[in-house]
């Protein structure tokens, strides 16, 4: 009589979410804008929140990213005039860049001709409702900023297949919502709002490999290399570019890819013990390639 082997041993339940962000370390003010309150329900609160202040946000949030750099980002363009290793053409593109703030941060005209395409992301908690349409507040939002101010409208909607217009309002606005787990951020409604030029929407690749790419770094690196020299300077440079390596569906594979690389989307966590895998993928966030 045969006997089978003993079964090894199980390892231990361990959730980890598939895009582990870092410790957000923007800074943030506080708007002077009405529309929030409170209630109870089931002995919890519920913050309700109106499309008006919505809008309101909306507006306000792409007036300032046309006109307006953080300002660890200018910290960053001034060092360079300061650095010893920087070349004369290094100090005269950063002096030009810091030049181009001034002038944009007047109000008036913009960072850049491309204002880009609105796009909004949000992650609702299961206890901040809204009082209407989101997506609508959020339009209205975009509307008011974009045609009452300096903005150019990229936006094109087709009239057949092969005929187009410009909507001339700059919309409609990519809104992207998505509902918290229970216990994360229940009471609040994070948001990030993003104006995508079109150079970089339209460098947005999706490349179908095999497991050997991995045989090495170096193999990866020059893989990289041949595709990253393809992009062209369609898009203003310098370029920030995510890449995501992952053997998950190509619609969720793109996520991180197609969407703009933010400070809260590259701070990557230190790897949990036991590894967590989806973690990995971000543990080549500080590599460069020139």
Not at 142 to 154: A, C, E, I
Not at 163 to 184: H, M, R, W
Not at 214 to 231: F, H, N, P, V, Y
Not at 274 to 279: E, T
Request: proline share 9%; hydrophobic share 35%; aromatic share 8%.
């Amino acid at each position: 009589m045969t006997t089978k082997p003993p079964r090894p041993p199980l390892p231990d339940f361990v959730y980890t979410p598939v895009f582990p962000l870092g410790e957000d370390t923007t800074q943030y003010r506080k708007l002077d804008i009405d529309g929030v309150s409170t209630s109870q329900c089931g002995g919890k609160t519920v913050v309700h929140v109106t499309p008006e202040a919505l809008s309101e946000l909306t507006a306000q949030a792409f007036h300032e990213v046309a006109h307006f750099l953080r300002a660890s980002h200018l910290e960053k363009l001034a060092a360079i005039l300061k650095d010893p290793e920087a070349s004369d053409n290094d100090r005269f593109v950063a002096m030009d860049l810091l030049q181009n703030a001034c002038i944009a941060a007047g109000g008036i005209l913009p960072m850049c001709q491309d204002t880009g395409t609105a796009i909004v992301f949000g992650k609702k908690g299961q206890r901040l409702w809204v009082e209407g349409n989101e997506e609508i507040a959020f339009s209205r939002g975009v509307y008011d900023t974009y045609t009452r101010t300096s903005l150019r409208y990229s936006q094109m909607a087709p009239l057949s297949m092969f005929e187009e217009k410009n909507t001339g309002t700059n919309l409609p606005v990519q809104c992207d919502i998505f509902a918290s787990p229970a216990g994360e951020h229940d009471e609040s409604f994070e948001l990030m709002f993003v104006a995508k030029g079109g150079g970089s929407a339209n460098k947005t690749f999706l490349f179908q490999e095999t497991r050997a790419l991995l045989g090495s770094e170096a193999q990866l690196l020059s893989w990289l290399d041949t595709k990253i020299r393809t992009l062209g300077t369609s898009a203003c440079p310098p370029y920030h570019l995510p890449l995501s390596l992952a053997a998950c569906q190509p619609s969720r594979r793109s996520r991180p890819s197609s969407s703009p690389p933010p400070t809260g989307m590259t701070a990557c966590p230190p790897l949990a013990a036991p590894p967590a895998m989806p973690s990995v993928m971000w543990t080549w966030n500080a590599r460069c390639w020139s």
